[in-house]
């Protein structure tokens, strides 16, 4: 499957009134070749394994393979993932017919705050709330892979 989305940084947090689900995510990194990465994460109690291709050009579209696995799994996996692991609330906010979804990074990364919108094409238009800040789709250090290697604490 090819996943399509954009990036933004976060400039306020007023998209945490409109958001509809809140959940904490641990994730960690079994390999993050540039060529492709593969993701354990912990969203809530329940489990993922994500295998994601290397981005087009433009950073804008690339392969992905998602498994939902066991909270057990999850934990087992996570134990022997690559230093840096990554912990963020993520928020969901939809704008008309799109979901954002917003991760307030913590530990290492706190104080990031992006977000991301999955499209269908990479020519979708949608509408951009007033708290979407500078676009940052296809800049390599914020890649949640990156993020665990540099954290935004380092910069």
Not at 86 to 107: A, G
């Amino acid at each position: 499957m090819i996943e399509i989305e954009r990036k933004f940084l976060v400039k306020s947090q007023d998209f945490k009134k409109d958001s509809h689900k809140k959940y904490k995510i641990v994730q960690g990194f079994l390999s993050t070749n540039k060529k492709r990465t593969v993701r354990v994460r912990l969203k809530g109690e329940q489990g993922f394994l994500t295998i994601k291709g290397k981005s087009s050009k433009n950073g804008l579209s690339r392969f992905e393979w998602e498994k939902e696995i066991s909270k057990q799994e999850a934990e087992s996996l996570l134990s022997i993932c690559k230093k840096g692991m990554i912990d963020k609330i993520c928020y969901e906010v939809t704008v008309k017919n799109h979901t954002f979804e917003i991760d307030e990074f913590l530990k290492d990364n706190k104080g990031l705050i992006i977000a991301e919108v999955e499209l269908n094409s990479e020519k979708e238009s949608f509408e951009k709330p007033n708290w979407l800040g500078e676009e940052v789709t296809g800049v390599l250090k914020y890649y949640n892979s990156q993020l665990s290697k540099t954290p935004f604490c380092k910069w």
